[in-house]
């Protein structure tokens, strides 16, 4: 079984700063690695994720995470926000070895002040 | 627009009371999803199909059920409903089943919420 973890339930900042959100994991097995993001009243939409490879991976608006195995870690960071970027970020885990489901994290909000 | 569609939006009822959530895959896509996201337990997988077979179950009250039908549509019936059943579900689908180390994303429709009054 997984379980993720992410301590931060509100993170506010001010446009233009960078924001880290934390996500760490806990399985028995190999996992892929996944942070989505849901605006107000909409659905989920995959930021990016991570397979295998380079631990660093880049995903849609500017948003790009890095994978620590020793850590079981996979944060999620940009380098400077905009206003649009307010909604709430889910990290989530699913077993690489079989099956497709995902186990989220509890969310953050992610809060951008002008 | 994922291409996954779900009706109703939202939807409101009494407790005690059935109803049904219904969800189109993506064209294409043979594997849907189920997850409820609440106040109290968050995002959570229900269910799993795939070509009409229940594929994986995750959180899922007895008293809800789910099904895909042969044009790959698929519904997820819940019955006796409480309070605590308020939230939004979610249906995603994906284009196979995830089989080892064989990653298929999932699409994620806009949602239905269900208030339970």
């Known amino acids: 079984a997984q379980s993720v973890t992410q301590l931060d339930s509100q993170v506010p900042v001010f446009e233009e700063a960078p924001v880290e959100l934390r996500c760490n994991y806990s399985s028995s097995v190999s996992v892929y690695l996944f942070w989505y993001v849901q605006y107000p009243n909409q659905g989920l939409q995959l930021l990016l994720k991570?397979?295998?490879?380079?631990?660093l991976v880049k995903g849609i608006n500017g948003f790009e995470a890095e994978f620590n195995k020793s850590q079981t870690s996979f944060h999620l960071r940009k380098p400077s926000v905009h206003i649009s970027d307010t909604a709430e970020y889910f990290c989530?885990?699913?077993?690489?070895?079989?099956?497709?489901?995902?186990?989220f994290g509890t969310g953050t909000q992610l809060k951008v002040e002008l | 627009d994922s291409g996954v569609t779900q009706t109703p939006k939202h939807l409101i009822t009494a407790t005690g009371q059935r109803v049904t959530l219904r969800c189109s895959p993506r064209?294409?896509?043979?594997?849907v999803y189920w997850y409820q996201q609440s106040l109290d337990q968050g995002l959570q997988f229900l269910i799993q199909y795939y070509n009409g077979e229940e594929r994986a179950k995750g959180n899922i009250l007895e008293r809800f059920s789910a099904q895909q039908f042969p044009d790959l549509h698929s519904e997820l019936n819940l019955s006796s409903l409480e309070l605590g059943d308020s939230a939004l579900y979610f249906c995603?689908?994906?284009?196979?089943?995830?089989?080892?180390?064989?990653?298929?994303?999932?699409?994620f429709g806009p949602g239905t919420r269900l208030t339970v009054l």
């Open positions: 064209s294409g896509d043979l594997s």
């Open positions: 995603a689908s994906s284009v196979n089943p995830g089989t080892r180390s064989v990653y298929n994303e999932q699409f």
């Open positions: 991570y397979l295998s490879g380079s631990t």
């Open positions: 989530a885990v699913s077993a690489s070895h079989g099956g497709n489901k995902l186990t």
